[in-house]
Every structure is written in C-alpha cells, then in structure tokens.
C-alpha cells in the first residue's frame, strides 16, 4: 500500500530522543474518554522512541476554562498511569508570544480586521447557501484600504481578525501525508478566510495551535480525526509563518454501538466516572488501545510497558472504533481477577466505606522517637453492628466475590449482607421449587439443629459442607439438595444469587448463622 510505504519511510527516519508529542485538551470538562485515549497514543509513541510527551492546557476559551477541569485532567491523566515530560503549559500565560504573531500577520497583510456583524455573515451565509456555494466568507473585509480600517477602529466598531487565503502560496491544493490515512486533500480554496482571533489578545484555536506546535518544537501531532478538517488551515498559516510543518497522524473516532461519534448519549465519557464505577487505570488502558488499535495476532491483553514495545502506527485502523462496555467489563475482570487478595481488599475498602458498610478506625500507636513516633494502624469496624472486623476477614469476603467482580463498585452490591444488622427479603425467597411453607420451615429447623451441634473450633466451610451433605443424602432433600441449601443460602445472605453457603456461614460464623436461620424461621411462619 502506498499510503504504508510512506509512512515507515517517514518513521525510518525517527532517531531516538526527537520525538516531541503533545496533547492539547481544553478544560471546559472534565478528562474525557476520547482524549484519555489520545493521550495514550502520544504517550506510546513517545515512549517508544524514547521522546518527549508535552502537556498543553488549552485554556483560551476563558469563559468555559475552569481549574477544577484542569485539576480533573492532571488527576487522572497522572491516574491513568500517563505522566508528561513537559508542561502544564497554559494558553492563557502566553498571550504576549500570540499577539507579536497577530501583528505581524496583520503587518503583512497575511490577516486582516473584519467589520462585517453577525447578522450580516448570517445573512451571508443563507445566501451561499441557497445557491449551492460552500457558506464560506466573502471577503469584503480583505480589501479596506487603512483610512476604512482607521475609521472603524475609531468608531469602536466590533471586528474579529481572519486570515487572507487570497495569497499566493505553492498551489491551490494543501496535500500532507497522514501517518494513518495516508495522502490527504484539501482544496485551498475552499477553506475560505477563516477567523484566527477574535482581537490581538484573543487568539483562536487553529493560530495558537500553530505557534505553540511550533514554539514547543512538536514533531507528530497525534489527535482524533475530528481535527482533520482544521489541519489543512494549519499548515496554511505554517506555510505564511514559515513554519516547519510537522508530521500528523489523524486517530479514528470512537463510535457508540450505533455507530454514530461517542456521546455522553451512549456511554459515560468523562474518565473520573470510569474510575469512582471501579475501573482499574490498566483495564482502562488496555481498553482504550484496542480502541482503534490491533497487535497483528488476536491477542487482547496488554500491559503500559508491553504496547510501548508493541505500538505502531501501522496497527492503527482508519475506520471508527466502537466502543463495546461489555469488552470493558470483561478485561476489567481479567484485571482484578490479577490482583492480590490483600490488593484487591484494598482496593474494595473504600467503597465499603463509602457506601457506609464498614468504617475505619485509626488507632494511633505512640513510640519512642528512635522508633519512629507514633504510627497509625487503621483497623475496621461494622457501621451497623459496631463490631470489628479485621482486615484477614474482610481478604476472605472479597475472596468469594474475586472471580466474579466485573468492577469495583459491584463489591456493595454482592457483599453487603454480610455488613447489615438485619436482612430484608421477601418470603418468597426462600421458596426452593414448589417447596411449602412447611417444608421451608422444616429445612430451617433442621439446620438448626445439625448447624446447632457443630462446635465453634470445627466452625468452617469445608466441615460444615461434610455435615450439610451428609444430611442432604439422608434427609428428604435427598433427591435435591436445594431443598436444604436453597433456603440456607437466603437466610444467610437474602439475596437470589450469591456466594455458595458454607462459605458464606464460614465468615458469618456460628452465632449469626444460627440468628439469621431463626429470623427466616421468623419470617416463614
Ligand atoms: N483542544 C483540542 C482538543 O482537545 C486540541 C486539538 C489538537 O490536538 O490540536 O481536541
């Protein structure tokens, strides 16, 4: 392919050390999806050649820029696990190296002052429009002679500065050789004399972005494929600046399942939301690579260090990459079903916490200043029963739930029972079949009484499955044991699927197993 051939030509070139990435977001939201994933192909790429990866706050839209975004930006970038060389630089502190471009822009004659009102590019506008002509700007503006200019200005009249296209430059098509898509197109002519400032300290998007690609020495400029069109307006002024131009390589776009550009309408878009859901930073990463990644075999597991080994433009796809959760969900499991249990504890805790299940205490021990002061062992406590708890049996509630988590967050929902002073569920539930109420009740009670005589020391999942079992083939659930574990299991947990129940009546222990028999015998009868 010659779109290929052209672009390991142009990365044959790279010599370790010369790369130098960017990424641009604007802080008028909080780290989006889209960008987060951008951000990791600038990052890759960097890495890779052993380059620099800048950090660039686009905050020119003042109205919309807040630091609160800025901040959730940073968090979660540095979250992510995708740190920058260089930077935070901000647009904002740098107005003074746009204006001295807008000047001399406007000197010679490269840009100029537009009077026209809104109503009358409006109005302008329709009228292309309605003959069939791209609603580009007229023009009128182009020529004022400096008197007009003079007159306006005195006035106070409004104007916004845009750039001459009517210039010569090296001919009327803008070609540049995308590192994805390869050789790509523009007609100059129809980019119009588009706006550049709204006043000499008002720079817009498409000139401070030249500036400041240029001023931080950018070599590749990596972004989604919605920055396509503003590209050939780029290397416009690039060409009039005499800029250097550099290399861009155009991501595609992440779809939702209908195929139409993610929205906040398909998915959650902003990270922070991924993470406080129970995403892990790495099943994140390894999702957003394959979004519009592919290794040249069908593995689908990768780790920050193996895809910095790994990444090519070359296994970048150009169509739409759509964005399935379900995909995120089950490499989200692979992730945590990796982890330590004491990791994975701890990394649960907090939502326990959260959710008001479980709270710490801090215990501040004292030492002698040789040994180091005082130190804080935090240990925790049942918000509802007052009851420590200690961490081992928290490792061993989170030990039942490993395989099945899919995110972090779920651990509330599958565990909670284990937290709560009563448990509330329908009767019904501890139907097992067509059981009756006094078949029910006759299980309970004969759970009761075996579950009765097991002693405290000989209290563990494994004897107490030995027991049930035994009892299972002599009794009358013989034929099936749910007869005896189905209501076992709602008494101890109230929930239609959980944990089995050994394990479960492990952790409880002796007492609360027998009271939570007695309440579901409470509420059968
Ligand atoms: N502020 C733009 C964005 O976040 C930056 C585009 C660019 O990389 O040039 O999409």
């Known amino acids: 392919m010659k779109g290929n051939l052209k672009r390991s030509e142009a990365l044959k070139l790279i010599r370790p050390g010369e790369i130098r990435v960017r ?6 939201g909080p780290l989006h999806i889209g960008t987060a994933r951008t951000t990791l192909f600038n990052y890759l790429f960097a890495k890779k050649y052993k380059g620099s990866f800048i950090l660039r706050i ?39 190296i746009y204006r001295k471009y807008i000047e001399k822009l406007l000197k010679e004659k490269s840009a100029y002052c537009c ?29 004022l002679t400096p008197a007009q200019i003079k007159k306006n200005l005195g006035q106070g009249k409004p104007f916004i500065i845009r750039f001459n296209n009517s210039q010569k430059t090296d001919g009327e098509k803008i070609i540049f050789n995308d590192l994805i898509r390869g050789k790509i197109e523009f007609n100059k002519t129809l980019l119009g004399d588009f706006a550049i400032a709204k006043s000499l300290d008002a720079p817009l998007y498409n000139l401070v972005v030249v500036i400041d690609d240029f001023k931080m020495k950018i070599t590749h400029i990596i972004r989604g494929e919605d920055h396509i069109s503003n590209t050939p307006k780029q ?16 991501l595609p776009l992440i779809l939702g399942p209908d195929k139409s550009k993610l929205s906040k309408r398909h998915n ?34 990768f780790s920050l260090p193996s895809l910095i080994k790994e990444f090519t433009f070359e296994g970048i796809q150009k169509a739409g990459a759509i964005f399935n959760i379900s995909k995120l969900d089950w490499i989200n499991g692979f992730y945590i079903r990796q982890k330590s249990i004491k990791k994975l504890t701890e990394l649960c805790l907090p939502y326990l916490i959260e959710k008001g299940l479980v709270e ?13 002061g005082k130190i804080i062992t935090p240990s925790y406590q049942i918000s509802e029963t007052r009851e420590n708890i200690n961490f081992e049996n928290l490792e061993k509630i989170i030990n039942l739930y490993q395989e099945r988590l899919k995110k972090l967050s779920e651990i509330v929902e599958l565990t909670d029972f284990f937290f709560r002073l009563k448990l509330n569920y329908p009767k019904e539930l501890l139907r097992w079949k067509d059981m009756t109420d006094k078949e029910i009740k006759e299980s309970l009670d004969k759970l009761t009484k075996v579950l009765g005589k097991i002693k405290e020391k000989n209290w563990t ?42 394990e479960i009546a492990e952790i409880l222990g002796k007492e609360k197993t027998l009271k939570r028999i007695k309440e579901a015998i409470n509420i059968i009868i």
């Open 235 to 250: 290397i416009l002024l690039q060409k009039v600046l005499k800029l250097p131009q550099p290399k861009y390589a155009h």
């Open 23 to 28: 990424i641009a977001p604007s802080p008028t």
């Open 360 to 372: 710490p205490i801090f215990k501040t021990e004292q030492y002698p200043p040789a040994y180091g």
């Open 268 to 301: 959650t878009v902003a990270v922070s939301k991924y993470r406080k859901d129970g995403y892990l930073p790495e099943a994140l990463i390894n999702f957003m690579v394959l979004l519009g990644w592919n290794p040249k075999d069908n593995r689908e597991i």
């Open 115 to 143: 009077f026209c009102s809104k109503e009358e590019l409006e109005e302008q506008r329709q009228y292309k429009m309605s003959i069939g002509e791209p609603p580009l700007y007229s023009g009128k503006c182009r020529n």
């Open 58 to 96: 686009e905050d020119t839209d003042i109205g919309r820029s807040t630091k609160e975004f800025e901040e959730d930006i940073k968090q979660n970038l540095k979250w992510l696990g995708l740190e920058w060389d260089e930077g935070p630089y901000r647009q904002s502190e740098r107005k003074e």
């Open 461 to 502: 999942a494994l004897n107490l499955e030995e027991i049930l079992l035994k009892e299972v083939k002599a009794g009358r659930a013989s034929k099936d044991r749910g007869y005896l574990l189905w209501p076992l299991r709602v008494a101890l947990t109230g929930k239609k699927t959980s944990a089995g129940p050994f």
